[in-house]
């Protein structure tokens, strides 16, 4: 797969499409896994990965620019096996600026990809708790069929929500782990990334720190 992969839509086909999100900052081997084992578990043919510019649920700015994480995506999955499933990067929350709702962010999918019935929202089962206080629930609930990962015991189940389970094995893995240099196998060319770019702990081990 090249290292540029692709931000838009390849082709005019609809597909059942699927949205994973996140702050990726950066981006770690959990979020790879995640994506494996939703095209492992589902029969979506377009994922699309997505980070914020800056998140509704820490406002506070991100250590990473959303270019830096755009551009460490790029790096983390340009090996990755999509068995034959389109892989999107997209930078539309970024590009746009300021905090994006999970709602403008669908309806903007809608707009921009050719997508086949109800778009999926990917997510952990540790976000499904508070999901009816998100901005906008009742129409969201509307817009999209959640795909939510569960590594076991009860989780609860949102009114009016339509959600599918995917159980899986927990993995240890945290963007914590990576800006400290603790975490990186796989991720070689991120980990260079970030050592190139000063960013997290590089920087402050050029300090000295």
Same mark, same amino acid.
């Given at each position: 797969?090249?290292?540029?992969?692709?931000?838009?839509?390849?082709?005019?086909?609809?597909?059942?499409?699927?949205?994973?999100?996140?702050?990726?900052?950066?981006?770690?081997?959990?979020?790879?896994?995640?994506?494996?084992?939703?095209?492992?578990?589902?029969?979506?043919?377009?994922?699309?990965?997505?980070?914020?510019?800056?998140?509704?649920?820490?406002?506070?700015?991100?250590?990473?620019?959303?270019?830096?994480?755009?551009?460490?995506?790029?790096?983390?999955?340009?090996?990755?096996?999509?068995?034959?499933?389109?892989?999107?990067?997209?930078?539309?929350?970024?590009?746009?600026?300021? #905090?994006?709702?999970?709602? *403008?962010?669908?309806?903007?999918? !809608?707009?921009?990809?050719?997508? &086949? @019935?109800?778009?999926?929202?990917?997510?952990?089962?540790?976000?499904?708790?508070?999901?009816?206080?998100?901005?906008?629930?009742?129409?969201?609930?509307?817009?999209?069929?959640?795909?939510?990962?569960?590594?076991?015991?009860?989780?609860?189940?949102?009114?009016?929500?339509?959600?599918?389970?995917?159980?899986?094995?927990?993995?240890?893995?945290?963007?914590?782990?990576?800006?400290?240099?603790?975490?990186?196998?796989?991720?070689?060319? #991120?980990?260079?990334?970030? *050592?190139?770019?000063?960013?997290? !702990?590089?920087?402050?081990?050029? &300090? @000295?720190?």
């Amino acid at each position: 797969m090249s290292t540029t992969l692709p931000t838009t839509a390849t082709s005019t086909d609809r597909k059942r499409t699927l949205l994973f999100g996140g702050s990726f900052d950066p981006v770690h081997s959990g979020h790879l896994y995640i994506v494996s084992k939703a095209i492992e578990l589902t029969d979506y043919q377009r994922i699309i990965v997505m980070p914020t510019c800056v998140s509704s649920f820490k406002p506070g700015s991100h250590p990473a620019s959303g270019a830096d994480r755009l551009a460490m995506l790029h790096l983390a999955f340009e090996n990755f096996d999509t068995r034959g499933r389109e892989l999107v990067i997209s930078g539309w929350e970024v590009a746009k600026g300021g #905090v994006s709702y999970t709602l *403008e962010t669908v309806k903007a999918i !809608y707009s921009l990809f050719p997508v &086949e @019935g109800t778009l999926g929202f990917l997510m952990g089962d540790d976000l499904l708790a508070g999901l009816e206080r998100w901005y906008g629930y009742e129409e969201l609930v509307k817009l999209v069929h959640f795909v939510c990962l569960t590594r076991g015991g009860a989780v609860a189940h949102p009114a009016g929500a339509c959600v599918e389970f995917l159980s899986v094995a927990p993995l240890r893995a945290s963007s914590t782990a990576v800006r400290s240099g603790e975490e990186g196998e796989g991720l070689e060319k #991120v980990r260079a990334y970030i *050592e190139e770019h000063g960013l997290y !702990y590089a920087g402050r081990n050029r &300090e @000295g720190g």
